[in-house]
C-alpha cells in the first residue's frame, strides 16, 4: 500500500513540474482518428518531440468516440517511445518516456510543446481510411495537417472543414498554465 | 474472505486489462454530473452554431475565441461550485476572467478524473 501511495506521489510531481501542456484528443467521430503529433518549442522547429516511426508507436489511434489525454512525456500512456530530434543536422533518435531528457529540467520537456498533427481518419476498427468511396485507396479528403499556426516547419491551419467531419486544434490558457485540444467532430 | 477479495481483485484487473472500453465506461459513467455537463460543453463546440466562424479561423491565434470560452463557461461554473466554491469566491478569485475560471475548471475535472481512473486501477 505505500509502494502504491509513493508510486501515486512521484506520478503527480512528475506531471506537475513538466512545462509542456496537457494535450487532449477527443475524437467525437463515427472514424478512428490515426495521426502523428509534434512537439516543438514556439517558434521554432527543433528540439522536437513526436509520436511517429521509428519510435513506438509510429502513430497515435484514437478510436471513434474516445478521449486521449497526455499531460507529460514520462506519463504518457500507451507511448513506448518519442522521436526527438534535437537539432536539423542531428539524428531523430527514439527515447523511452522516462529518459531523463523528457523530464525537466531538461531543455527539452520544458521548452517544447505539442503543436501539430498530420492525420487521417480510418474507419471504425479497420485499416481503411475513410475516403470518397470507402475504398482502400489512400484518401484525399480529412488528410489532417493540423496546428496551432505558430510553426514554419508545420504548416497546417488550426481548423478543418470537410464533408466528413470538422477537426479543430486549440489552447485554453491562462496564469501560465495551458490545455490544449485536438478535437475532431 | 481472504480468496474470495483475491478473486474479485484479480477479476477486476483482468476485466480492465482485456476490456479497455468497458473501463473507459466505468470512468465516464463514475463522474459526477457536473463532470459530464462539463464534457458534454466540450463536445458541443463541435455544434453547428457553436462552431468556429470564417473571422474566428482567420484570427491567427490557436487560443479559443472568447465566444466559444463562454459556451464552456456555465458548466465550468457548476463545475468548481461543486468542490464547495462559491460564486464569488470565484468571482474573486479569477476577477471574473472567463480563462481562468476555465483553467481552474479544466483541473477540478483532471484532478477528479485522475481519481476516478486511479479507484477503477486499484
Redesign the interface.
Known amino acids: 500500500m505505500k509502494r502504491i501511495i509513493l508510486a501515486l506521489i512521484i506520478g503527480c510531481s512528475g506531471s506537475l513540474s513538466s512545462q509542456e501542456s496537457k494535450l487532449t484528443v477527443s475524437n467525437y467521430s463515427t472514424y478512428d482518428f490515426h495521426g502523428i503529433l509534434i512537439a516543438t518549442p514556439l517558434g521554432s522547429c527543433y528540439p522536437m518531440v513526436s509520436i511517429s516511426g521509428p519510435a513506438v508507436p509510429n502513430e497515435l489511434v484514437v478510436p471513434a468516440g474516445t478521449v486521449y489525454g497526455l499531460s507529460s512525456y514520462p506519463s504518457a500512456t500507451g507511448i513506448t517511445s518519442f522521436l526527438v530530434q534535437t537539432s536539423a543536422t542531428s539524428p531523430a533518435i527514439p527515447r523511452a518516456p522516462s529518459h531523463p531528457s523528457l523530464s525537466p529540467p531538461s531543455g527539452i520537456a520544458t521548452m517544447t510543446d505539442w503543436r501539430h498533427t498530420k492525420f487521417q481518419m480510418y474507419f471504425a476498427g479497420t485499416s481503411v481510411p475513410v475516403s470518397s468511396g470507402g475504398t482502400s485507396v489512400p484518401e484525399t479528403y480529412f488528410n489532417g495537417n493540423l496546428g496551432d499556426g505558430t510553426n514554419s516547419c508545420w504548416l497546417g491551419d488550426s481548423y478543418i472543414s470537410t464533408t466528413y467531419g470538422d477537426a479543430e486544434f486549440f489552447k485554453i490558457s491562462s496564469g501560465g498554465i495551458t490545455y490544449s485540444y485536438i478535437n475532431i467532430y | 474472505m481472504k480468496k474470495l477479495f483475491f478473486t474479485v481483485i484479480v477479476s477486476i484487473t483482468l476485466l480492465s486489462c482485456t476490456n479497455e ?1 468497458a473501463a ?1 465506461n466505468t470512468v465516464e459513467s463514475m463522474k459526477t454530473t457536473e463532470m459530464q455537463k462539463f464534457d458534454r460543453a ?2 458541443s ?2 455544434d453547428p452554431a457553436n ?2 466562424t470564417e473571422e ?2 482567420r484570427s ?5 475565441s472568447d465566444r466559444r ?1 463562454k459556451i464552456l463557461l456555465p458548466s465550468a461554473m457548476e463545475l468548481i461550485q461543486s468542490t464547495g466554491v462559491t460564486k464569488d469566491e470565484i468571482q474573486k478569485k479569477t476577477n471574473g ?1 472567463i ?2 475560471i ?2 481552474w475548471a ?2 477540478i475535472n ?1 484532478e477528479k ?1 485522475a481519481q476516478i481512473r ?1 479507484n477503477v486501477k ?1
Open positions: 472500453s473507459v466540450m463536445k463546440l463541435g462552431r468556429s474566428e479561423k491567427g491565434s490557436a487560443e479559443l470560452k476572467d480563462s481562468a476555465l483553467v479544466i483541473q483532471e478524473s486511479n486499484l
